[in-house]
Each structure stands twice: as structure tokens, then as C-alpha cells.
RNA sequence: CGAGGAGUAGCGCAGUUUGGUAGCGCGCUUGGUUCGGGACCAAGAGGUCGUGGGUUCAAAUCCCGUCUCCUCGACCA
């Protein structure tokens, strides 16, 4: 018990010292490690595990789309970057840049990509010509760089991987239904993959991607009541068209500029995960992304027959397509119950001499953190039973709570009251930068998404009727 | 980039005030007993004290520089 209680200690209280709490939980389940050059991190096979599981569904939703996979190359000419005025300012500050090569100051300098909207709106520009190219639409999983001030793993490093998508459409309407109908695969793939409720909407001019005509979030809410853009989509009209010449002939003969947009997911995804799910034990992983969905704890495994009975579930387990880790270490049995669970694994199946006798596995869910003996008749269908209720489970969860901490506000005050008590605020604004600079400097809360469902009378701050209904919030 | 805290064995720390033989717990290795919520015994291995310079007979300890990490602000996927 003593022992526990240091284990316990492990990690920070997650109520108290989040912060702390989510570092402790990401370098001690080995999820990363820092890197030696500031901001960097590696991720670490358990970790780079999720990455893939969150691939794979990803992609497979892009080419259902009909959207192809292709690369492009990680250095930019510094030319392109100035190309679109709005695009260099917002992304100046943050690029790092590569000045010389092969022992010699290079002519042009070279940006690392912060992004590839230039390099890839260069290309387009090159291999559109006629309306029948288009539309054009291809992502890349890569790797940028943006020179952060302040870093946190998964959640804002110098280096990051994501996917990013890019399409040309002859028309504004098609490229923006493009915008709409990713940012609704995103928000399909973050509920039913990574059981994370999100909201979804249309960002403020102000925090619109810097070239955009306009940009689309999806917002998760964090277990302290912070909120994480957790993807975006960007509608960009003709912005980039226009600087990277992608012109095509259209079916009347005429040239003319296509209509680009672009959306993107990143590893940031998996900090979203963990401060959506995780509780004062560790990680809670999503069935559909977990990298161990079952772990195989054997009691008294030198006992005749255990670790036998044990290989024979593993198998059961990995032929329903499962993945399976069966821990034969020598490590005791609690040992391995509380490493396991710091590390999120969705369900443990406990199996000792008693139960073999018995036809029976005891059976852990580390969301609810209950036991339960169950037949081990059947075991592959019971498994995958309780893995989906679990994700079920996860999602309505998180759900419901971050429905409980929505609020309404009609003043500057409840609005700060409600960021305060870890809440997004529910409110109106009249579309003035003005008033959201307000909002900003007395709350320290940002506008996340505009609400679809447009119903707030006034302005929060201002008091003018409402243009928008807004959900405003601290975030990361 | 501003304010605060921290770098000593793989991890967590003590030692720094007052300079004088490098310590503790966990982990690791080997052997044995254990095993249903972080087991126990025995024997071992492991550190140019973040890094560069300075002061001194002598520096983990004092002085100057520098790098990295953590927390809070300003900037951002």
C-alpha cells in the first residue's frame, strides 16, 4: 500500500496541476521524450503506435473521398513564401530558414515549411490546364516546422507531423463545399475514432488562417475547460490561385484562376486525446486508436498451465483482428495492473489459476475502472463487445461534460465568470475585431468557432444587436 | 521574448548556506523464494555533478557566460 501510494505520486494530480499532470503522463507512459534541440520531441514507439492508428482511419477517409496521397519537398524558395501578402505576415515570424548549404551561403534562401499552401499552389499552377484537371485534390503527411515561442509535446513543438490536404476546384462554390464536407469528415473521424466530442464552425477574421478567405475549426474541449483546435480547414478563394498563376481553360474557352482550400490534422491530435480522456491514473486510450487494446495479465504465472492458457486467449484475441499484448514479464501482478492502466490500455483480462479451473477470465475496464467475471467462452466476441461499448462510453462521457460547461453570457463579467469556472461561453458578438480584442484583454478567452445556429441577441461586450453567436473560451 | 523555478547514476532526490574522499530511494544485473492491486532475501554494476571559462593548495558547492527543461504571461496547428 505504501508502494501505491508512491506510485500514485507519479504522476501530478490531474484536478490541481494539470499542466504537470499531462508532462508527467506523456514522458512517463513513454508516449515521447525531448528531443536535444528546444521545442523538438521524439515520439516514441508507444506514442508514434497512436500516430499510425490515427493514419490509417484518416487516409482511408481521404481516399474514400477521392483524395490521392503524393509529397512535396520540405524546402521552400523564400520567394514563394512573399507571394501572398497575408501569408508571409502571419507565417514570417515563426519560419526558421536555411541560409546556407554545402559549405556556401546560399543565393535565395530556404524555408523549412511552415506549411506548403506556396510550394504545392507552385505545382498546381504547373499542372493545371484545363477545366477537365480539376478538380485537383491531394494530401501529404509530412512533417513542418514553426519556430514556437513556448512548446509542450503533441501540443505545440518546433516540429510536428500532419496531414495536409490541398484542392483546386474551377469554382468558389465547389471549393467551399470541399471546406464544409472536410471539416465534417474531421469532426466524424474525432467522435467516432477518437471518441472526442468537438464543436465545429467558422472562424473569426481574426483567427483565420493568414491567406484564407475564410477557415473552419473543429474545438475540442480538455479536461480543465480549456479548449484545442484540434483541426482546420481553409477556404481560400482565388488567394493563391492568383500568386501561383493555377489557371485553366474553361469549357468556353475562357482563362481563368482556380479556387483552392486546404485542411489539416496534426500530432496535437493525440494531446487532445489524452486531456480529453485521461483521469488521475494516467492515459484512457480510445478503443479505435489504442496501440495495445487488450493486455493479458497472468497470476501466478509459473503455475502449471497459466502462461499456457494465456498464449491460447492471446491467439483467440489476435486472430479477431485485436491487438494484444500478453505481459509475461517478471514483474508482480499489481505491477503490472498499474502500469497498464497508467498507460491507458482500454481492457485487462486478469487470468490465474482460479479462473482456468473456473472457465472463467476477470475482465478490467479502464474507463469505469471495474472488474467483471465473465465467461471465457466466446472471449473474442466478449472482447470486442466491451471495447465498443467502451468507446461508446468514452464519447458519451465526454460529452455530457462538455455540454455541462457550456454558458450562456450577456455581459463581460458572466463571461469572464464562466471562463473562469473552466467553461466555453455561449454568446453574442457583433462581428467587431473591436469588441473581440475586448473580449480578449479582459477575459483572456479567444473566439473558438462561430455557432451555426445563430440565436444570441446581443453583443457581449458592446451590447449592439448580434451578428454572430460565438463560443468563446481559454485555450491552448 | 518577459517573470519565476530546476539541471548531481536510467528515474526521483539529498548534499551547495559554511569549498576538503560522490550519497539515498527506486530501477538495472545475477541467483533464490514469490505472484488475485507497484513482493522479499543475498550479492553486484553504474556518476569527468548540463556545459564553457574564472577564483583557489582544493569547486557539485563561490563568480561570470551559455544551453536545456518546467510553470505563468505575450505569439501560434
Known sequence: MAKNEQFVKAIADIETDFPQWYTDVVVKTKLVDYGPVKGTMVIRPYGYAIWENIQRELDSRFKANGVENAYFPLLIPMSFMTKEAEHVEGFAPEVAVVTHAGGEKLEEPLVVRPTSETIIGHMFGKWVES?????????????????????RPFLRTSEFLWQEGHSVYASGEEAEAETLRMLALYREFAENVLCMPVLTGRKTEKEKFAGAVATYGMEAMMHDGKSLQSGTTHYMGQNFA???NVQFTDKDGALKYGYTMSYGVSTRLIGALIMTHGDARGLVLPPPVAPVQVVIVPIAQKKEGVLEACHVLEETLK?????VKLDDSDNSPGWKFNEWEMKGVPLRIELGPRDIEAGKMLVFRRDTCEKQEVSSEHAAETVVAELAAMGNALFARAKARMQSRIVPANTLDELLAGVNGGNFVRAGWCGERACEDKVKEFAQATARVMDDHHDAATCVCCGKPARHTVFFARAY
Do not use: H, S
Not at 138 to 147: F, I, K, L, S, T
Open 131 to 151: 477545366w477537365r484537371d480539376l478538380p485537383l485534390r491531394q494530401n501529404q503527411w509530412c512533417n513542418v516546422m514553426r519556430w514556437e515561442k513556448t512548446t
Open 242 to 244: 492568383k500568386a501561383f
Open 319 to 323: 486472430n479477431a483482428g485485436l491487438r
